[in-house]
């Protein structure tokens, strides 16, 4: 799956700072009463979560001393992408769950109250200073669109950094929209939700993506058909995502071409947290059971290149989880492997241009 952080990343002395201060007022709020809390996360911040438990008994032996502190070095992709198979193991006991890096995922808040144990989400936000330079090469860049809404949008860790450029392009006439999903902050996007509240505004033909990798770009293009720059604050540099995103296009339509030859279908259930809600199992084997098709409903804590090789043959994978599987992963398979939107392409209820606009 593509990375929001380059793989050979380490978190630097800036983002460490964010995680400890974070961290730190997780447990002065906590109080002092026995607990056993396990700590999540995406990989950056539980690769260095073991430094910052230590910074913390160091600076403060009290804070901690009444906890048992327990660190899942599983990374997690999302707050859709909680470990619960693992906490709901009645040998667990726990009292919390703390999932760095992420704030809550839309629509979850209902099914996370009947939870035995408490979740806590803690977006880690960035404090990076970019210079005047860099914002005159963002202005230079999109200079011809200055009569045109230009829209605004960020991973979670980049918030302040996506509002400083807002203001500034605001203050050289542009204008700057940063949309509101529900749920979400205002700007913020998740790499799997970016229809309805991104297709609409006719007067929106650009979109600035304030993020260090490509994931959140490349779904603003792929699902709008606009034209998208990646804003990486951290290198300082502005991409244009059109070959990227044109190169993906058509590997999902070539995907969706050699999809219809199957006529039996293996049914990905997601067994980790929200997933399967996301992808829609109940619709999908709905959809399967009003057209008469043959299918298998396999469930499975992860989607591997294994697990779907060694799938018969003659199936052909939907997955019924992160939808981004079918579109980041397309070329890790030895088959098409398709998401809920696509199978609706793929049965005749939507037209390709309709989900995939270019």
């Not at 049914?267 to 999908?284: M, R």
Request: include cysteine; charge should be positive; glycine fraction near 4%.
């Amino acid at each position: 799956m593509l990375a929001e952080e380059n793989s050979k990343s380490v978190l630097n002395s800036r983002y460490k700072r964010e995680l400890y201060r974070s961290v730190e007022k997780f447990f002065k709020n906590l109080g002092h009463e026995r607990k056993k809390i396990v700590f999540e996360g995406s990989e950056p911040l539980i690769h260095s979560l073991s430094e910052v438990i230590s910074y913390l008994k160091s600076k403060n032996e009290n804070l901690l001393k009444n906890h048992t502190i327990i660190i899942n070095k599983d990374s997690r992709f999302g707050a859709c992408d909680i470990d619960l198979e693992n906490y709901l193991n009645p040998s667990s006991d726990i009292d919390i769950v703390v999932h760095l890096g992420h704030n809550p995922f839309p629509n979850t808040f209902s099914s996370l109250r009947k939870l035995p144990f408490r979740i806590y989400f803690i977006p880690i936000i960035e404090n990076i200073s970019i210079n005047d330079d860099y914002l005159k090469l963002i202005e230079k860049q999109i200079k011809s669109y200055i009569d045109y809404d230009i829209n605004i949008t960020y991973s979670i860790q980049y918030k302040r950094v996506a509002e400083e450029i807002a203001k500034y392009l605001s203050q050289r006439g542009f204008n700057v929209v940063m949309p509101k999903m529900p749920g979400l902050l205002r700007g913020q996007i998740l790499g799997c939700i970016f229809t309805h509240q991104y297709l609409h505004n006719q007067n929106n033909p650009l979109y600035l993506v304030v993020s260090s990798g490509i994931f959140h770009a490349m779904g603003i293009g792929i699902y709008t058909g606009k034209k998208v720059f990646k804003v990486d604050p951290v290198n300082q540099q502005i991409k244009d995502m059109s070959t990227e995103v044109k190169k993906y296009r058509a590997l999902i339509a070539w995907n969706l071409f050699r999809a219809a030859n199957y006529n039996k279908y293996a049914i990905i259930k997601i067994k980790d947290s929200h997933q399967s809600l996301i992808g829609g199992i109940n619709y999908i084997i709905r959809l399967m059971v009003e057209s008469n098709r043959d299918y298998t409903v396999y469930s499975i804590y992860r989607v591997s290149e294994d697990f779907i090789n060694n799938l018969p043959k003659d199936e052909l994978p939907v997955i019924a989880g992160c939808p981004r599987i079918a579109i980041d992963d397309i070329t890790r398979f030895n088959r098409p492997v398709i998401n809920v939107e696509q199978l609706q392409i793929l049965f005749g209820l939507k037209n390709f241009e309709d989900v995939y606009p270019s």
